[in-house]
């Protein structure tokens, strides 16, 4: 158990939000989905997603676990991590269990 501990990387999440117009985040796992209107990430703290106008991914580095988002940021919202497989089970437990 301790070597899956040892091999996990842990990184910091972390958002730095400038003048509402540059936000540069850590601890991010992945993009899920971005347009103007709003950016979706997955992170090491749960679902991120952040809403605006002329928004744009100006840095990625999925290596390091950073994004840089410009634009007018009006809203930055968390979710829970819960995959559609898992929702699928939880609902079908519900329903028949």
Request: hydrophobic share 35%; proline share 0%; aromatic share 6%.
């Amino acid at each position: 158990m301790e070597e899956n501990y040892s091999n996990k990387q842990i990184r910091t999440h972390k958002i730095m939000l400038t003048n509402r117009r540059t936000c540069t985040i850590s601890g991010v796992v992945d993009v899920l989905s971005f347009d103007m209107n709003e950016v979706l990430l997955e992170t090491d703290q749960g679902m991120l997603m952040i809403k605006g106008k002329d928004l744009h991914v100006s840095r990625l580095s999925l290596d390091k676990g950073e994004v840089d988002v410009d634009g007018s940021i009006d809203s930055l919202t968390y979710s829970d991590m819960i995959s559609g497989k898992e929702k699928t089970t939880t609902l079908f437990s519900k329903l028949f269990g």
